[in-house]
């Protein structure tokens, strides 16, 4: 689903993913970044219906 142009001008624009990150590590109630189709630009949402979760990384180290 698109983001409509309306939302996109309201929300808050992040010139990178960092930043978004660290806005949203900081918001009092749990907020997920993604990439505007509409400006290209990361904002903030708390919606997480249809939203895929990335899995954690997992970093092995050498083997013994």
């Known amino acids: 689903m698109r983001t409509r142009l309306s939302i996109c001008r309201r ?3 992040f ?3 960092a930043e978004a990150r660290a806005a949203a590590h900081g ?3 749990a ?3 993604y990439r505007c189709d509409r400006c ?3 904002h ?3 919606r ?3 939203k895929r979760i990335p899995r ?3 970093i092995t180290g050498p083997a013994a």
């Open 11 to 13: 929300k808050a624009r």
């Open 15 to 17: 010139a990178s993913e």
């Open 27 to 29: 918001a009092a109630i």
């Open 31 to 33: 907020l997920r970044h």
């Open 40 to 42: 290209g630009r990361y």
């Open 44 to 46: 903030l949402t708390s």
């Open 48 to 50: 997480t219906k249809g």
């Open 56 to 58: 954690p990384r997992v």
